[in-house]
């Protein structure tokens, strides 16, 4: 619990930091805060104009399709304010802050993934829950068992993709190069806003079993509606089991091998 609280302080601090210097540049801040919810408004509008013309897509009527969706940008969003690091980690390796990293007394890991903390996202997360509530109280009464699911699956899908950062940041110490790798993983992420039900057959196996975006994504809402089967769930929960540990003895590996930016 001590552990806890010490890394809990840290990441307040950190967060406190990033608001500060956000708040500096108040009109960037404020302009980047209003094109995120302008994006989400043109989504809904461009889902709104497809309904007009379909009934339902790939068997998801229009409330069940912004359920995808509102389910997509609460995972990734979270995963955006807690992991944000990665995307300044190979600048960290170059630099030779990662050096000072590893004599600090604080996980090396953590602060390469953790430490950076966007506020605008804390702030775009907020409407997207209410957005999300909406969606839920137009959905059919379901049971608590659903929404069990659909909460444990959300969980899952954000361990998930806290083993592709850590895998992306092992990657960086390992190369200190590979700083395009966030960004693709950014660019498939994008596919989960839709469920995969509506790709290719090859892509969709693609998405689950190769770059399990379905997993991240789409699982949580089709749990939700009872249409995930048990050997689904099975599948995700073990797939973080695995990816989880793997990535990190990665993590470790690469950090043995590491010989300071300046060597």
């Known amino acids: ?29 404020f302009g980047f805060l209003l094109g995120k919810m302008i994006r989400l408004l ?18 998801y009527n229009l409330v069940e399709t912004a359920l995808f969706f509102m389910t997509f940008n609460l995972v990734d969003m979270t995963a955006q304010i807690l992991f944000r690091g990665v995307y300044g980690a190979r600048r960290t390796v170059s630099e030779g802050d990662f050096d000072f990293y590893l004599v600090q007394p604080c996980s090396p890991l953590f602060r390469m993934t953790c430490s950076s903390v966007d506020f605008l996202d804390i702030i775009t997360i907020v409407p997207v829950i209410v957005m999300t509530g909406v969606v839920f109280a137009r959905l059919p009464p379901l049971g608590w068992q659903n929404y069990a699911a659909y909460a444990l699956l959300m969980l899952n899908g954000v361990v998930l993709i806290y083993a592709i950062h850590i895998l992306v940041a092992a990657l960086a110490v390992r190369t200190q ?57 099975a599948y995700a929960l073990a797939l973080t089991a695995v990816a989880l540990p793997l990535s990190w003895l990665f993590w470790k590996d690469s950090v043995a091998r590491y010989t300071s930016s300046s060597s």
């Open 1 to 29: 619990m001590t552990v806890l609280r010490k890394y809990w302080r840290i990441w307040l601090r950190t967060a406190s930091m990033a608001m500060q210097a956000q708040l500096t540049y108040r009109l960037g801040s």
């Open 177 to 233: 190069e590979l700083e395009s790798a966030i960004w693709i993983y950014r660019d498939v992420m994008f596919m989960g806003k839709f469920p995969v039900d509506v790709y290719a057959p090859a892509v969709r196996w693609a998405l689950t079993l190769g770059i399990p975006i379905a997993v991240m994504t789409t699982f949580p809402a089709k749990a939700l509606l009872g249409r995930l089967s048990l050997a689904w769930v």
């Open 42 to 59: 043109f989504f809904f509008a461009f889902m709104a104009a497809v309904f007009n013309h379909v009934e339902t897509v790939a068997g």
